[in-house]
T-cell receptor, first 115, second 112 residues
Framework: EAQVTQNPRYLITVTGKKLTVTCSQN?????MSWYRQDPGLGLRQIYY???????DKGDVPEGYKVSRKEKRNFPLILESPSPNQTSLYFC??????????????FGPGTRLTVT | QKEVEQNSGPLSVPEGAIASLNCTYS??????FFWYRQYSGKSPELIMF????GDKEDGRFTAQLNKASQYVSLLIRDSQPSDSATYLC????????????FGTGTKLQVIP
C-alpha cells in the first residue's frame, strides 16, 4: 500500500529534550515536506526537500532541523523543544517538485506536546 | 495581507445543493493551485489541482482559476453530508521556490 508513515503518532516531552519524528514514504517520491498545524493558523510549511541531500526552509523553520540522506526518509529534528512547538505535525510527499510540489500525500500526523 | 486567504466559515449548504468555496492569493506570479479536504482529526487529502486559467472538472468537483483576479474556487455539486469537512486551498508561489502555502481553510457543513 502506497503511504506516508510517521512515528511516533503521539509524543509528550519536556522542554529542551531533543527529539526526532520520523517520516517515510514508499512511493519513490522526490519531494517531501514537513508542516505544523495550529488552530487559527492553518498548515504552515517548516522545511521541504526536493531530493536527496537537497533541503530548504519553509515559512516557519526556526527551532527545527531536517535531513534527507535517503529518498524515502525525511526526519524532523527538534534539538531543544519549547512549549511553542506544541502542535500537530504532518509529513507529506509528492512525486515531483517544482510547480507540482503541491500534489502531496500526507502522513497520519504526530501530535507533539512540550511541557 | 495573508498570502492565501479563505473564509473560515462555516459554510452551510443543504444536501444536493452546490457548495462554492473561494480562495484568494496575494502573489500575482503564483503558478499552481491545490484543494485539499480535511476531515476532523484526519490528514489533508488532495482532491483537485489546477495550473491554467479556466475550469477543471473531476466528478462532482470543479476547480476554477482566475489569475487576473487572483482567486481560485472549488465547486461541489450535489453536496452530500459526507462532504462535510474543512477545505484547504494551497498555492505554490513564484520565484523558483517550491514552498507550498496553505490558507486556513473553510469549514463546510452539508445539512441533510
Amino acid at each position: 500500500e502506497a503511504q506516508v508513515t510517521q512515528n511516533p503518532r503521539y509524543l509528550i516531552t519536556v522542554t529542551g529534550k531533543k527529539l526526532t519524528v520520523t517520516c517515510s514514504q514508499n512511493m519513490n517520491h522526490e519531494y517531501m515536506s514537513w508542516y505544523r498545524q495550529d488552530p487559527g493558523l492553518g498548515l504552515r510549511q517548516i522545511y521541504y526537500s526536493m531530493n536527496v541531500e537537497v533541503t530548504d526552509k519553509g515559512d516557519v523553520p526556526e527551532g527545527y532541523k531536517v535531513s534527507r540522506k535517503e529518498k524515502r526518509n525525511f526526519p524532523l529534528i527538534l534539538e531543544s523543544p519549547s512549549p511553542n512547538q506544541t502542535s500537530l505535525y504532518f509529513c507529506a510527499s509528492s512525486p515531483t517538485g517544482g510547480g507540482r510540489a503541491g500534489e502531496q500525500y500526507f502522513g497520519p500526523g504526530t501530535r507533539l506536546t512540550v511541557t | 495581507q495573508k498570502e492565501v486567504e479563505q473564509n473560515s466559515g462555516p459554510l452551510s449548504v443543504p444536501e444536493g445543493a452546490i457548495a462554492s468555496l473561494n480562495c484568494t492569493y496575494s502573489d500575482r506570479g503564483s503558478q499552481s493551485f491545490f484543494w485539499y479536504r480535511q476531515y476532523s482529526g484526519k490528514s489533508p487529502e488532495l482532491i483537485m489541482f489546477i495550473y491554467s486559467n479556466g475550469d477543471k472538472e473531476d466528478g462532482r468537483f470543479t476547480a476554477q482559476l482566475n489569475k487576473a483576479s487572483q482567486y481560485v474556487s472549488l465547486l461541489i455539486r450535489d453536496s452530500q453530508p459526507s462532504d462535510s469537512a474543512t477545505y484547504l486551498c494551497a498555492v505554490i508561489r513564484s520565484g523558483g521556490y517550491q514552498k507550498v502555502t496553505f490558507g486556513t481553510g473553510t469549514k463546510l457543513q452539508v445539512i441533510p
